[in-house]
């Protein structure tokens, strides 16, 4: 009981030294508390002197991080300090490699409801991200690894990642990536999200996407191409929309075609608000544009030709300001 209180006077230390301003005496005092055993105190510690970019105490958050590799287990439950200290690095900047290898290779199983269960993806994550930002000799095959990494974190974290590497082999490991597929859709569309961010064509590979992807695959890559705001993208998306069934599906889509904020693509929507099957969608997709006063009007207007209380109220209820 002792030892819990004072851990939680440390964590209500730490929380009003991350409202003071920074100084000498704060980064004295934060020293103290990354050579903590507790790794709930010196997951905050780290924290904080992310937040605060102290690079001074680089040299200090991976002495940390080393401790807390042995007997990892049962030394940083849930790999909380490990996690936050390769945060921290990246935050502040950290020029050295060592803590960051260590942690994309890292591995930690904790029993939870009698099985054992891997706790280090996050990590693996984050160094892979520390490993990017140095330009490592060794990151491209390092996060190829990570794409078949156990945990969806860190696979999500791989794709992210070969964005950051931006070499030429990136494009072509993220389309395989894509073709090969995931058992989470959530890697899948992170694939599409990225090629698009990365080369403008891509908007015919994900249209591919929409047309024999799963439901989730299908909606993570439609609102992947209402990100672009590229005219391409909209063709792709309107002939989905002209398409698909009513449902979860066709909704992504309309909310695609609105967060284009492309003139046709608003055209498109009022348009479907004269349909009783598609108007409530299409209305409330046009909710995002709420605060423009023109869109408004138009959408006002289309409801009010509709003479249909009902879609009256739901536009009420869709364009309330919040």
Same mark, same amino acid.
């Given at each position: 009981m002792g030892k819990k209180r004072g851990i939680e006077a440390k964590l209500a230390r730490l929380a009003a030294l991350s409202k003071e301003p920074v100084s000498v005496a704060t980064s004295d005092e934060l020293r103290t508390y990354l050579a903590d055993t507790s790794n709930f105190v010196v997951a905050e510690a780290a924290a904080i002197v992310g937040k605060a970019k102290l690079a001074e105490l680089g040299p200090d958050l991976t002495a940390a991080f080393d401790r807390f590799m042995v007997d990892a287990e049962d030394s =940083?439950?849930?790999?909380?300090?490990k996690f936050a200290i390769a945060e921290a690095l990246n935050q502040i900047e950290f020029d050295k490699p060592e803590a960051f290898l260590r942690g994309i290779r890292h591995f930690q199983f904790e029993p939870v409801w009698g099985k054992s269960v891997d706790t280090a993806g996050h990590l693996r994550g984050a160094s892979a991200f520390g490993l990017v930002r140095l330009h490592h000799r060794d990151v491209l095959a390092l996060v190829?690894?990570?794409? !078949? =990494?156990?945990?969806?974190? !860190?696979?999500?974290?791989?794709?992210?990642?070969?964005e950051g590497i931006g070499s030429v082999a990136a494009v072509p490991l993220l389309?395989?990536?894509a073709r090969l597929g995931d058992q989470e859709p959530e890697v899948t569309c992170e694939c599409l999200s990225v090629l698009l961010r990365m080369e403008p064509e891509a908007v015919a590979f994900v249209a591919e996407f929409l047309r024999e992807g799963d439901e989730a695959v299908q909606e993570g890559g439609a609102l992947a191409l209402g990100e672009t705001r590229r005219p391409g993208a909209f063709d792709v998306l309107r002939d989905f929309a002209t398409d698909s069934q009513p449902g979860t599906v066709r909704d992504a889509v309309f909310l695609a075609i609105s967060m284009l904020r492309l003139p046709v693509a608003i055209d498109f929507l009022l348009e479907r608000i004269s349909q009783k099957e598609t108007a409530r969608s299409a209305i409330a997709t046009l909710a995002i544009h709420r605060h423009n006063e023109r869109i408004r009007e138009r959408v006002t207007a289309a409801v009010a030709q509709s003479k249909d209380a009902a879609l009256q109220?739901?536009?009420?209820?869709k364009f309330r300001e919040t």
């Open positions: =940083d439950k849930q790999c909380r300090a190829v690894d990570l794409l !078949a =990494d156990p945990e969806m974190v !860190a696979r999500v974290a791989a794709v992210q990642a070969l389309r395989l990536k109220a739901w536009l009420e209820r």
